[in-house]
């Protein structure tokens, strides 16, 4: 299986947007509940926000009323949205299934806040 391609980051004052964007390779992605996974330097890496195949989400504590997890079927693609975010939101972000699959972490994507 192809790893899925994550697109988006960069460098953000805090306070500051980005959005995210991930294109998944993969046939019958529309029956897949998908999520975004971080990980920060020196730490573990963690559930961000998870969407069902019919559009349920669910979202970190740490996250939740700033971000918005959103996926479109008929492009294969997952998404994003990060508003308010803070220094502690730097991390490299990862699409991948939920639950994930180890065979499918791609490269990531790197978002840095600066206050």
């Known amino acids: 299986q192809a790893q899925y391609a994550n697109s988006g980051g960069g460098l953000v004052q805090a306070g500051g947007s980005l959005r995210l964007s991930c294109e998944v390779p993969q046939n019958g992605f529309s029956r897949f509940a998908m999520a975004w996974y971080r990980q920060a330097p020196g730490k573990e890496r963690e559930l961000v926000a998870r969407i069902n195949h019919v559009g349920g989400t669910n979202y970190a504590d740490s996250v939740k009323g700033r971000f918005t997890i959103s996926r479109d079927n008929a492009k294969n693609s997952l998404y994003l949205q990060m508003n308010s975010l803070k220094t502690e939101d730097t991390a490299t972000y990862y699409c991948?299934?939920?639950?994930?699959?180890?065979?499918?972490w791609g490269q990531g994507t790197q978002v840095t806040v600066s206050s």
């Open positions: 991948n299934t939920y639950p994930y699959s180890r065979q499918l």
